[in-house]
């Protein structure tokens, strides 16, 4: 299995900046891909972004051109993801989860689906006042 830890989560003012990580690890091999949910109060998941095992980017309307995921792999198969969020909107205010998905679907143009995402993260929760 992967466990996946988020972290940076936390309260900004609209027009501010965060940068949230994921620490992956568990598998034996890195042949996930791995992405970020969101979820605000009754509302349903929002797939914001996600990078695939060839190093395409996808990310949510919402979010292109404020947001930049990066991900770095180890020697030891373990890897990090990370968020950038900047130009922060209240509405971005949601609960974040770092996701992982074995085997990685060949999505062309959204992030996909939650529960095609097998791995979730506890979640880190920001908040953006206006």
């Known amino acids: 299995d992967v466990r996946l830890q988020e972290s940076g989560g936390g309260s900004v003012q609209a027009g501010g900046s965060l940068r949230l990580s994921c620490a992956a690890s568990?598998?034996?091999?890195?042949?996930?891909?791995m992405g970020w949910f969101r979820q605000a109060p009754g509302k349903e998941r929002e797939g914001v972004a996600r990078i695939d095992l060839n190093g395409k980017i996808i990310y949510a309307d919402s979010v292109k051109g404020r947001f930049t995921i990066s991900q770095v792999s180890r020697d030891n198969d373990e890897k990090s993801l990370y968020l950038q969020m900047d130009s922060l909107k209240p509405e971005d205010t949601a609960m974040y989860y770092c996701?992982?998905?074995?085997?990685?679907?060949?999505?062309?143009?959204?992030?996909?689906?939650?529960?095609?995402?097998?791995?979730w993260g506890q979640g880190t929760q920001v908040t953006v006042s206006s």
């Open positions: 996701v992982g998905q074995w085997p990685c679907l060949p999505y062309t143009d959204s992030v996909g689906p939650d529960d095609e995402y097998n791995y």
């Open positions: 568990g598998r034996t091999y890195s042949d996930y891909c």
